[in-house]
């Protein structure tokens, strides 16, 4: 917007550079170029101010498809105005001496132009093609369509309005559309995630099976070699049994020898003794056998006095007295005249 100071009836007029100043006098252009200043007397000058850099314009329009579904199509326009004298005759582009504002709405009226024409060249194609289509081509080719449209159009070329740019940034159709739309791909999506799932417990159970299978192997494995340990140590104790069995059969034998050997010597002594007692017996006989029998009776007294340990009552007969003392006496004379000198 141009700038514009009071000094007494006289203004001064400072433009910025992206605007383009037409000062009239008389009813005839007096000046025109990009951001002048210059003095002017407000009852005998007008000035227009027609903005020359780039200006957005945002558009959002509904529309329906071929198949009677509502889209909207949402984007930017890039213009500029190439002729602002051209502009300025078909726009009023005026601006306040005083505030220095358009006394009017130029660029809303361009605004309106734009959107309308871009609006009739999309909805061309929009209702034309298929949903679809619109929601998976309709970018590119809603942008090809206006952008062709604006530089085929005679109206703006003779306006002097110039296209930049076109943007299209959404293409969408109504919510519950939307979701009917993407249900088929949220189905696949959840059904692939599904099958991963599945296939994931699949190899899990496939892995825990051959967990379990790995571990039943090794349980298989521990008990064949706890029954070879099992064999091995039955081997074992027969081996031990038998080499026991063999140590105390020689062990019995050797003491059965022991035994043999220690029984037939004890047999020799006995022998050897008995002989002995048999020979003193014999010996000891052959001196009893000269012996009268009162002296027989005698010694058999002796011996049987020595065995008895009391006598309560001994009776002695005349009978056996008598011829015992005759017989006594004898054996006494004898032995004195044995003992005789010279007998």
Do not use: C
Request: net charge neutral; aromatic share 4%; glycine share 6%.
């Amino acid at each position: 917007m141009a700038q514009i100071r009071r000094f007494a009836f006289l203004r001064h007029l400072r433009s910025e550079p992206s605007a383009h100043v037409l000062k009239y006098r008389a009813g005839k252009l007096h000046k025109s170029g990009r951001g002048l200043a210059f003095w002017l007397l407000p009852l005998s000058a007008a000035v227009a101010e027609v903005p020359v850099d780039d200006r957005e314009l945002p558009f959002l329009f509904h529309g329906r498809s071929s198949d009677f579904q509502d889209v909207t199509a949402q984007g930017v326009i890039t213009y500029r105005v190439s002729d602002p004298l051209r502009v300025s005759e078909r726009v009023d582009f005026t601006i306040d001496l005083v505030s220095g504002a358009h006394t009017k709405q130029p660029l809303e009226k361009l605004a309106l132009l734009l959107t309308q024409l871009a609006q009739q060249f999309a909805l061309g194609y929009v209702t034309q093609t298929p949903i679809r289509k619109l929601l998976t081509d309709g970018y590119a080719e809603i942008r090809t369509r206006i952008s062709d449209g604006f530089r085929a159009d005679e109206g703006l070329g003779s306006m002097g309005i110039e296209l930049v740019t076109i943007r299209v940034a959404a293409v969408k159709p109504t919510a519950d559309l939307e979701k009917a739309l993407e249900m088929p791909t949220r189905e696949k999506i959840q059904q692939e995630a599904d099958q991963a799932t599945f296939e994931r417990r699949a190899l899990a159970v496939e892995k825990e099976r051959a967990i379990q299978e790995n571990e039943l192997k090794n349980k298989i494995e521990l008990a064949r070699r706890e029954e070879e340990l099992i064999s091995q140590a039955g081997q074992n104790d027969r081996r031990r049994a038998e080499e026991q069995a063999v140590a105390k059969k020689v062990e019995v034998t050797a003491a059965a020898e022991r035994t043999r050997i220690s029984a037939g010597a004890e047999a020799e002594n006995i022998r050897v003794v008995e002989s002995a007692r048999l020979d003193g017996e014999r010996g000891r006989m052959e001196v009893y056998r000269d012996l009268p029998p009162a002296v027989m009776m005698g010694l058999a007294a002796q011996e049987l006095a020595g065995k008895l340990r009391r006598i309560d009552h001994l009776n002695v007969t005349p009978e056996l007295f008598g011829p015992l003392l005759v017989e006594l006496m004898q054996a006494g004379t004898k032995r004195l005249e044995a003992q005789k000198p010279g007998s």
